[in-house]
């Protein structure tokens, strides 16, 4: 949000832009931070630097939730639970187990629409894989009736779910907000042709990349940045390919490039789940079009700072994800391929290829000022088909969620504004 406030920026330590008000607790440019936020009993204004014109949809996030001054300790916070709704914290709460929360006496239902508060207590358990998550949810024993999840089904679960009526009943499927795809590396050699990525994107096999993941429940096709639950979505084929891929077809657009065949290309993913399997089945393609690929594992737990890093340079093509912050074409395009407020001297940021067109820009501030939210995001669909053609993005596939719930769990839903996650505003116990 500072980045939108009416506040002047300065440069940092790697020659970005950033807000000369440095947050809350070191006071660094308070002043100006009080002429762009003042309040006036319960009257907030905000001024920002141009209209935020889904300023709307950021508002409804947790983050804009009101916290108050003598209980907000900074980072010391972090596992200290304020409540301002049906329930509280009781006692604490441990991250790497969980915590549980009861009534709060202080809340009225009738002062709150929104959250119908159904159960008495939560119980929020972490610390469990996926597989041991399913397999107390599929056995259903009394502990674990009352229970909903927030982790995606496993493949391995697929056929249960799909075979099993009771089962079936029982399980939310919906489109997640995040999106699977590849981001062609600007300033590699081989990318920085514009046919080159153009015979990279034809030549991809989004078939082999969805059946690796575990079929349709898991995952299907795109060729869109904005997901099929985003209103910036549109049915595109940027290049006419079938999602199978054409690697005859890529093959003679590399051709065209120029370049001596096989090309050499090193693509790096990141290391979890399928995703070696399924890279590896993009790679398949790849190579009958006329690439010599090298596939780049990187460890999970380092993976998007790697690949952001300026050492990543010789890379020529990225894995990615990434899903909408709320239900807009903004928080996607707008976010990953403006590439004024992602490159710096310390890399990409989440503009992972280091994609950056004046045209591109120029549309993304003339989309973000559009009043009409539905003309709004039409504009949004444009822009991702326009970098779709120029190969500065190749979407592979919507990711699914999968949600199964205990047998006496009742009014389970998902929600957008949630991601697409069970509101747990909604559930009640049977």
Not at 163 to 184: C, G, H, I, K, S
Not at 202 to 224: C, E, K
Request: hydrophobic residues 40%; aromatic residues 10%.
């Amino acid at each position: 949000m500072l980045l939108y406030l009416d506040i002047p920026t300065k440069k940092d330590a790697t020659g970005g832009d950033v807000p000369a008000y440095a947050g809350p607790y070191s006071k660094e440019g308070q002043d100006l931070y009080d002429k762009a936020v003042s309040c006036t009993g319960r009257q907030l204004t905000l001024r920002f630097k141009a209209p935020w014109t889904d300023f709307n949809l950021a508002a409804t996030y947790p983050a804009y939730a009101p916290v108050r001054a003598d209980l907000d300790k900074g980072a010391a916070s972090t596992m200290s639970i304020f409540s301002n709704g049906p329930y509280q914290l009781e006692g604490s709460f441990d991250p790497a187990t969980g915590g549980t929360f009861v009534r709060n006496p202080a809340w009225s239902p009738t002062s709150d629409r929104v959250r119908k508060a159904g159960p008495d207590r939560i119980v929020y358990t972490l610390g469990l894989t996926p597989e041991e998550i399913y397999a107390r949810l599929l056995a259903d024993k009394p502990a674990d009736q009352a229970a909903v999840t927030s982790v995606s089904a496993p493949p391995s679960v697929f056929g249960q779910l799909s075979a099993q009526t009771e089962l079936r009943e029982r399980t939310l499927r919906t489109t997640a907000p995040y999106v699977d795809y590849l981001a062609p590396n600007y300033r590699s050699k081989v990318f920085a042709n514009e046919k080159a990525r153009q015979a990279f994107a034809i030549a991809t096999d989004r078939d082999a990349y969805v059946q690796a993941h575990g079929g349709p429940m898991a995952l299907t096709p795109t060729f869109s940045m904005c997901n099929k639950g985003l209103p910036c979505y549109r049915e595109t084929n940027p290049f006419g390919a079938p999602t199978a891929g054409d690697p005859e077809r890529a093959k003679a657009v590399l051709t065209e490039a120029g370049l001596t065949q096989p090309v050499p290309i090193t693509v790096a993913y990141r290391d979890w789940g399928n995703l070696p399997a399924a890279m590896a089945a993009l790679a398949t393609g790849w190579e009958k079009a006329g690439f010599d690929v090298t596939l780049q594992a990187i460890a999970s737990s380092g993976y998007f700072a790697a690949i952001r890093s300026p050492g990543s340079a010789t890379v020529d093509a990225f894995w990615a994800y990434w899903g909408a912050d709320w239900p807009s074409g903004s928080t996607v395009i707008g976010t990953v391929f403006d590439g004024r407020v992602n490159i710096t001297a310390a890399g990409s940021g989440s503009d992972f290829g280091y994609f950056n067109d004046d045209t591109v820009n120029k549309k993304i501030d003339e989309t973000a000022l559009l009043t009409d939210p539905a003309a709004r995001e039409r504009a949004w669909g444009d822009l991702d088909e326009l970098i779709a053609k120029q190969g500065g993005h190749v979407a592979l596939a919507d990711q699914q969620f999968v949600f199964l719930h205990g047998s006496r769990i009742a009014g389970a839903s998902t929600n957008a504004l949630l991601g697409g996650f069970i509101d747990l505003a909604t559930v009640t116990v049977r």
